[in-house]
Each structure stands twice: as structure tokens, then as C-alpha cells.
């Protein structure tokens, strides 16, 4: 498992570095949605919140599969000590979606919409996104060569490559008549397939943490542990069952959600035990040398049980029957797409981009400030987003007529609260982005060779203060 040490920008990187400015220009759009809360019909000519909500959480949304992506492809490199079967492919897997991000954020802003909610983007853009996909299962499979005896987060990469897939064209099902004719089946198929493609890339996601576990560590004790192993048939179980809490409106058998949603927070609960258990085993002087990889795998933990605490309570049907369709179900997708998803993405990022031509050591203090001011806004944040859908659930509940305008003036406070916290959220966010991509780009267009700095040098590593 040694890292292939070199400080070029390889593609693999490049998915990573994509990935960050998604999130940097996502983040910023999600500012401006949150301002529209506040100033209804703020930018409505050009920048409506029916384009402004689709271009931010498409951003988002490819920030993960960018960041995703970026790490199985340099964690699976690393783990078989060789370089990926075809670079060729690797680049034009990388120009596709890259060309294809690119359009879908351009025809929203022009308003062309065409698709569904969470790929709104037209139904045509979707055909180059499968292909640059299939590219990637290919370097997969033959990058690997043999699957016998692999740890298990080869298996969930492995998973996670071929649900995605299969899980996307599903989603575009409802193109054709047939499926789209009979609206509960229609319904089921589409959130069926949305939750299924959350559970692919946290196949991706979840592996890439365990390699990294292991990585730090420097030992193979989880990639073939039982308890991983576990993690990763819940997993599965949970990709292929737990959208069945999405349809919780649709006439279906409740057990099917009520089984599927306990699955779902037993997944979150073994991979919250696994770090848990990770960090307890580790010393002080890896926790030194991996500092900011590591802490960013601590905060994941908090916010998995954080995810957890509010999954349960929005799965017992009495309190579902509230929270649906309120800011509480924003507060559970953002919770977990920021402080699950994101944060693990950002201790690869840290891992895989830190080994510049230039050091990191002037931006200490900067990372240090990012990440608390990023953690402490989430929480504020995500309070806002729970209040607010509190009142609102009252409202739709309640039998006494308040018009929707006079309930959202009443949400006011919250949006307020919401929209303050966002702006330190971005401005955490923007401090931590800012030094890698900066660091990266500025070796790439300017190495100078004076500042080069010797491989895993340690103070090209970030320690804790
Ligand atoms: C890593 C950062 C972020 C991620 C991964 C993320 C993810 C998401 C997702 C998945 C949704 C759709 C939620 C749903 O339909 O249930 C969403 C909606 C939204 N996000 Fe974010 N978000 C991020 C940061 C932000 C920030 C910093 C702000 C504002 C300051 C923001 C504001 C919004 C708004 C206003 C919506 C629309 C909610 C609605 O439809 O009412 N997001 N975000």
C-alpha cells in the first residue's frame, strides 16, 4: 500500500482538484438560494431559485462522484502498486465529464431544464455520463486483473462502479412511456433508483475511508476485518433495499419502509463504530502525521451520529408523517451529502493533494481556522434548517387555515440563522479549498524547483496544534 509518490497532477488528481472547484462554485450558489429564502424573488430574471437550486446541488452532487472518483482511482493505483491499466481512457473518462458538468451548468443557467428532480439537467446529457462511466468500470476491472483474496474495500469500489451505473439508467426509466404512464410505479422507480445511487457512492466512499484507515495506520487490520466485511453486506442490503423509506407517501406496505430504513442507520451505525474504533487504536504520532486526513475521518464520525440521531427520529411514521416535505428532510440530505460525504472526500483530498512541489506550512493556521469555523457553521446550520421544518411541519398539520406566506414570515428567523451560518460554512469551506487547489495548479503551471520539497517530507504534513 505505497503511496506512488510523485507530485505530479495526474488525472486522478485532477478528478479530486475538479472536484474541489465544483464544490467551491456549489457552495456559492447555495448562498444565493439561501438569500432568496430571506428576499423572495431576489435575481428572478436571470438567476431564479428553479436555476439557482438545480445548479447547486448538480455542483454538489459532482463534487462527490468528482471526489469519489478521484480516490478509488489513486487508492486503487496505491493498492496495487501499479499505475491504472489505460491512461488514455483515464483521460477521456476525465474530458466527458468535465464536458458534460460543464453543459448541465450552463443549460440551467440559460434555463434548459428537461429532467427530474436532482438531475435536471435534459435527459440527452445523461448519455455522457454513462459512457465516461463505463470507461471507468473498464479501467477498473483490468487495472485490478484478479479479484481473489482482496480486502473489502476493493469490493465495495467494485460495487459501487457497477450499481452506479445500473442504478443511473434507472433513473432514466421514466423516459419511456411504459414506465412513465403509471404514476406510483413511475414514483417508485425513480426514488428507488435516487436512493440506490446515494448507496453506490457511499460504496465508493465508504472504501476509500477504510483504505485510508488502513493507510494511516499502516496495517490491513480493517480492509479484512469481519466487522468491515459486515459494513459492506449492510451496505449492500442497503442499496438494493433502503429506498423504501423514500416512498413513505406512496401506497406500498409499510414494512418494506420500515425495514429499509432501520437497514439504512445500522450501515451508518457499523461505519460510525469502524472509525470509532480506529481512532481509539491509533497513536498520538500518526494522528500527528496524517492530522488533517484524520481529523477531517473525526469529524465524519460526529456528524454519522449526529445523521443518525435525526434519521431515527424521522423514521418512527408518526414523526414522518410531519417531517415530510419540510426544511427537515434538507436538514437530513445537506447533514450527511456535507458532514458525511463531503468530509471524508476532504480527508482524501488532504491525503492525495498534500504532496506538492510547494509546502503547506504557511496555510497552517488558515486549514486550522477553516475546519473549526466549517464545523461549527454546519451545526448552526443544520439547527436552522431543523427549526424551520418544525414550523412548517406545524403548519401543514395544523387545521387552522395560516396562509403559506404568513407561515413562510414566520420562517423568517430561521432562514435568517440558516443563511448567517451558510456564509461562514462557504467561508470555512473557501479556506480549506483554497490552499490545496492553490498549491496544486501553482506546481503545475510554475514548479520552481528551489521549493521542492522531499517526498512525505514531514513538514509538508500538517500537525496537530
Ligand atoms: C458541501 C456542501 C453542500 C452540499 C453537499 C449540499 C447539498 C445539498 C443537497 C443534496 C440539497 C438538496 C436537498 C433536498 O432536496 O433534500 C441541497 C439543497 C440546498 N442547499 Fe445545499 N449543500 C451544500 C452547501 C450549502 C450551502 C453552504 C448553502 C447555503 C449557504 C446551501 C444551501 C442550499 C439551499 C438553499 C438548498 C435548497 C433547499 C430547498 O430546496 O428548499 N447548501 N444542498
Redesign the pocket.
Known sequence: MEPLNNKQLTTSKLFLVAGLLL?AV??LF??I??L??IMPGLFKKYLSFERI?PL??SS??F??IFGAMGGVLTYLQEHTGKKIYSAVLLKIQFIIFCLSILAILVSYSIGIFGGR?YWEFHPLLALPIAIGWVLFLVNFIKSMGSFRKQPVYVWMWLTGVIFFLFTFAESYLWVFPYFRNNVVNDMTIQWKSYGSMVGSWNMLIYGCSIFLMDKISKTKTYGHSTIAFVLYFTGLFNLMFNWGHHIYTLPTHAYVKHISYAVSMTELFILGRIIYLWRASLSTAKKHFYSFSYRFLAAADVWIFLTLLLAICMSIPAINVYTHGT?I??A???GA??GI??FLLLAFGFDILHDTCRTFEPYKKMFTTGYWLTNISLFT?WISLIGAGVMKAHWQMSISQVPFSSMMEQLKPFFIG??IS??F??TG?LMIIYPLLKNQLACYFNPKPGQIYPAYHSSNRLSVK
Do not use: D, K, P
Request: hydrophobic share 50%; glycine share 12%.
Open positions: 464544490l456549489g457552495i447555495g448562498l438560494g439561501a432568496q429564502y437550486r447547486h446541488v454538489v452532487v463534487w462527490i428532480e426544511h428532510t434538507v437530513h440530505t445537506m451529502t456535507i460525504n463531503s446550520f440558516f443563511f451558510g456564509c460554512l462557504v469551506f
